[in-house]
């Protein structure tokens, strides 16, 4: 009689190991910088959906043509402190680096796992030195983002 409970419960304890979630919000949100450091794109797109998982794509094409020709890639994010709250549109997580950097990484629950929909960039909390330095940034990749596509 004993092993009758044991078919019910085994399929449930599999269901239940497979559809574990990936940590919190704010787990997913450092997990996924250190993903783009580290330029893991497979992963990152696990923990992306919407517009940043365009924005992935688009990153991995661009790095793509980069790696090939000995770039040295991101430098590594630091996150100093971050900070989520609950919104109507998803979670906002906060974290903020040096030189002021802040960003907003939105993220939603998808199949009960945490996924980053959009990121927010603020460049009005970047002193004069730090927007330069974006603009110069973006500048570069947009560049490298023409010239691939060029290809």
Known sequence: MKF???F???PLGFWACTSASNGDAETVTVKWLELLDNENFKELK????GNTLVFVNDMEQLFDGVSEDGGE???P???ERI?????EEGTHCTYCCKDGEEETFVLVQEGGKWKVTDIIVSLDD???????KEKILEDLLNDMLKDTLEL
């Not at 970047?126 to 330069?132: F, G, I, N, T």
């Open 77 to 79: 994010t630091i996150v």
């Open 46 to 49: 696990d923990l992306s959906t």
């Open 4 to 6: 009758r409970y044991l």
């Open 126 to 132: 970047l002193d004069k030195e730090a927007r330069e």
């Open 8 to 10: 019910f419960l085994l």
């Open 73 to 75: 890639g991101l430098p």
């Open 83 to 87: 900070n989520c709250e609950n919104k």
